[in-house]
RNA sequence: GCCCGGGUGGCGGAAUUGGUGAUACGCGAUGGCCUCAAAAGCCAUUGUCCCUAGUGGACAUGUGGGUUCGAGUCCCACCCCGGGUACCA
């Protein structure tokens, strides 16, 4: 037998004897067990797995063998968000395809996965560019589009003129082309959308309905953003248009006095067609959001040469562009109340434009309540009660309702890109968008020679591809040649690791009804709010198209924080990903997941270092040692004394807090911590203590970081005991052996500690106080002073109040 | 800008519901044992400052206020760092 810890040998062994006994494959028959489906966001393959994925994993393969041993059926899969922009990018540079690269990165994954040991079902893996997946992803597609939920219409996106193409937020940096420098401009073209809006309010209610984080909840419900106001029509005659503007303060409207539209507003140039407008919209719209909402700014705009009606007053109000309106909210147009808004204020005080109160609310500009003034019959009412009043007058002329708005758009989802889910709709001059009918999918991604090809979509130049039939007429059609944001292809892939064999449907509703929702879903706090309120979007569709019997995709979730380097995010664009591979080698996979979660609270960012990582591995070296020489030594130890020992009763400690820490807390940190003290015991007390309870420490250690480094745990196990440990229940602790009949009372003076003083874990208030007026500390520190109050906490302090 | 987190020793962090000398556990550092030597291992010390060196004192949880018998924990204001901000995923 080997004379030192020694993971290479033990890592393999273990790994082999899961891998043929298929120990972690479950299959869709449900049996006497409750289900547990506990699922970490599917990885993005780029290259080779990051420290990162090492954490995600190592925290989901904790949760998931802690629950096995819980005595649930615990599902746990994995698969690859294989479609993506990274993958393109490495193909424009090198020629070489996207698959290629994909599925070479996703090679790697899958080594490394395995090579730590994960506790993954691996017959329910796939990648989502595989034809069998997006297929299905296709057919979901259609069947929003029959439903109306996919639709299209003109959006904003940005521009590279020179490599003739559209670019993604990240790729422009500081208003130019991140490749070739070139200025970016705005285009607008006829995008996808999903109608994720009309499901802004289930969205948000649901949220009620589920385990999450609360500052999770809070984003998803700030980013839906919900507010009540009206709707209220502006005219602009010249042209004969209405223009809708959503306000929360329809109280106000009297001292609208001008009107602005977002640059993004597509009919900016066709009210004016000015270089200068056009010139300020390229501007603005290349600037950041966080540019453009700054309030420090100087507000800046172009007059529009254009009025439109005050709907109330019948007054004709200039127009203007400006960046400090957002597209995003409301109708990408606002009524200026310079008198009652910071931002009209001082935009109105740069552009000279009148400025006029209408509420009685202090010195302006100011947005409290007060009586209306300057506003025609409202005039004197308070400006909550005129609000309603103000509403039903707006509606019974036609002018304006009472109005909803949501911060929360609809989602954007056609991508001018190549690698991705090509979205399944022809056109044809006689019946427009045809839809792919369900028995010709998946329309297949086909092979291209240029990854970037100018002016349209990279699969605008596959002509054989493009051209096509019409469904309908059978005469020649064109194939939409836009693909899909990935997150569309990530937003239904836990619903196919349920059924992922499936050839007749994207999965059969009584397996998914079975499994869904995910009991535990884990992933980073990065994805808070787009994936996670897109992947709910889908489920609640599907579930009013009767292909599901659940509204929530995930009923728990855990969002880890993530692993910094040097204080930044790790990115491959940064150039500082660290990859775990460099300690799996040197210390093994169970030292290496053992160190991420051990670094700190694994809900919490942390920032990487390899120092340290000899400790957790020291520990676990401890462990293996101790068992090992437990399981060779023949003596009985020392002999028993009636009372457990103090290792009995720390490693019952022990068995209570890795429970308590591992149950909801998810503060593996602390756990671990908790059993490298029971070790230390170990250590200390070997000699001391009768050999049955050194095994029992041993044999609960290894049972406790299991979960954390199962190799070393169920060797250690196996050796002092001569059982498989993930087949054995989580131990309990014995609570009699958790408790003291005697406390440490503390005694304090003024909330200052000057004493503690043995006493009966069951003393009364009165007893405690009495016992700790006799310290002879405190009557040293009393000084003749006087007390006045004494605070009694029974089982921990007395605090005497003196003057 | 807006939304959401975070800030505790030389370092990562602990303190779970306002109640034990705040700093568990680990790293690092220092000293010792073992060894021909090294590695590994084992043992011990380790918040800062002060002094009369003790069973001593003062100060310490980003900054400034506040509530409380008692605050790392609650409240107010501010500073700094991280994430998200809709085409990175």
């Not at 069947?143 to 003739?164: F, H, I, S, T």
């Not at 190549?418 to 979205?423: D, L, T």
């Not at 569709?541 to 880890?560: H, K, N, S, W």
């Not at 009372?643 to 807390?665: C, F, N, Y």
Request: aromatic share 10%; proline share 7%; charged share 25%.
């Amino acid at each position: 037998m080997a004379d030192r810890y020694d993971p290479t040998t033990i890592e393999p062994k273990w790994q082999r004897v899961w891998a043929e006994e298929h120990t972690w494959e479950v299959s869709n028959e449900a049996d006497e067990r409750p289900k547990a489906y506990v699922l970490e966001m599917l990885p993005y393959p780029s290259g080779e797995p990051h420290i990162g994925h090492l954490k995600t994993y190592a925290v989901g393969d904790a949760v998931a063998h802690f629950q096995r041993r819980r005595g649930q059926r615990v599902l746990h899969p994995m698969g690859y968000d294989a479609f993506g922009l990274p993958a393109e990018n490495h193909a424009i540079r090198t020629g070489q395809h996207p698959r290629e690269s994909t599925e070479a990165s996703i090679a790697e994954f899958q080594r490394q996965f395995r090579r730590w040991g994960i506790s993954i079902d691996w017959t329910r893996e796939f990648g989502t560019h595989q034809p069998e997946y997006y297929r299905w992803t296709q057919w979901i597609f259609l069947r929003l589009l029959e439903r109306g939920l996919a639709y299209r219409k003109e959006a904003a996106v940005k521009w590279c003129p020179n490599d003739a193409t559209v670019l993604a937020n990240e790729q422009v940096v500081d208003g130019r082309c991140e490749r070739c420098g070139a200025e970016v401009e705005v285009r607008q073209l006829e995008q996808w959308f999903f109608r994720i809006t009309d499901y802004a309010d289930r969205l948000l209610d649901d949220l009620e309905t589920i385990e999450w984080p609360p500052h999770v909840v809070r984003m998803q419900q700030n980013w839906i953003g919900r507010s009540e106001g009206a709707e209220v029509t502006f005219r602009c005659e010249e042209l004969g248009v209405d223009y809708p503007v959503f306000t929360t303060r329809p109280d106000t409207l009297f001292g609208a006095t001008f009107f602005v539209m977002a640059p993004e507003h597509p009919d900016v140039f066709r009210l004016n067609d000015s270089p200068e407008v056009h010139e300020y919209v390229n501007r603005a719209l290349n600037e950041s959001v966080e540019e453009r909402g700054s309030e420090h700014k100087p507000k800046t705009g172009v007059a529009l040469g254009r009025t439109v009606t005050n709907p109330v007053t019948g007054e004709q109000i200039p127009m203007f562009v400006a960046d400090y309106v957002l597209m995003e909210y409301g109708t990408g147009a606002i009524m200026a109340v310079p008198a009652h808004d910071e931002r009209d204020f001082e935009f109105a005080k740069a552009f000279d434009v009148p400025i006029r109160r209408v509420v009685e609310c202090g010195e302006l500009p100011c947005t409290g309540d007060g009586p209306l003034v300057n506003s025609g019959r409202f005039d004197g009412i308070h400006n909550r009660e005129a609000y309603p009043q103000i509403i039903e007058w707006l509606e019974s002329d036609g002018l304006g309702k009472r109005s909803i708005n949501y911060r929360l758009r609809d989602w954007l989802l056609s991508r001018q890109r190549y690698w991705g889910c090509p979205i399944p709709v022809v056109y044809c001059d006689e019946h427009g968008i045809v839809p792919v009918p369900d028995d010709q999918l998946p329309v297949a991604l086909p092979d291209v020679e240029d990854y970037a090809p100018k002016g349209k979509s990279p699969l605008a130049a596959a002509e054989d591809w493009v051209s096509t039939t019409c469904p309908v007429c059978g005469k020649p059609a064109r194939r939409e040649t836009d693909t899909m944001d990935t997150f569309v292809d990530s937003s239904w892939y836990f619903l196919r690791y349920c059924d992922p064999h499936n050839d007749q449907a994207p999965f059969d509703r009584e397996v998914a009804d079975y499994w869904m929702p995910v009991d535990q879903y884990i992933g980073g706090v990065e994805h808070a709010i787009l994936h996670l309120l897109y992947a709910r979007f889908f489920v609640k569709a599907l579930a009013d198209m009767g292909y599901l019997g659940v509204q929530e995709p995930f009923a728990r979730l855990f969002t880890q924080g993530m692993i910094l380097r040097d204080g930044d995010k790790m990115s491959k664009s940064k150039g500082n990903v660290v990859s775990p591979q460099s300690v799996v080698e040197r210390y093994g996979a169970d030292t290496a997941r053992s160190y991420v979660l051990f670094l700190g609270p694994p809900n919490q960012d942390a920032d990487w270092s390899e120092e340290g990582a000899g400790g957790v591995h020291r520990f676990l070296s401890r462990l293996w040692t101790a068992a090992t020489q437990a399981a060779a030594d023949e003596s009985a130890g020392a002999p028993p004394d009636g009372q457990p020992s103090a290792l009995l009763r720390k490693a019952h400690w022990a068995i209570d807090k890795v429970t308590r820490d591992m149950e909801g807390r998810f503060a593996f940190n602390t756990a671990i911590a908790a059993v490298m003290e029971l070790v230390n015991d170990v250590y200390r007390e070997r000699e001391s203590a009768p050999q049955a309870d050194v095994r029992f420490a041993i044999a609960t250690a290894g049972s406790l970081i299991f979960p954390f480094a199962p190799h070393l745990g169920a060797e250690v196990y196996e050796l002092m005991t001569g059982d498989r440990v993930w087949e054995q229940p989580w131990p309990e602790a014995d609570p009699a052996m958790l408790t003291t009949d005697e406390i440490q009372l503390v005694v304090q003076l003024n909330g200052k500690l000057v004493d503690r003083i043995p006493a009966p874990a069951e003393a009364s208030r009165e007893q405690l106080e009495e016992i700790a007026r006799g310290s002879g500390k405190l009557a040293a520190r009393l000084n003749g002073k006087q007390i006045v109050k004494a605070v009694v906490v029974p089982g921990k302090l007395v605090n005497f109040v003196v003057k």
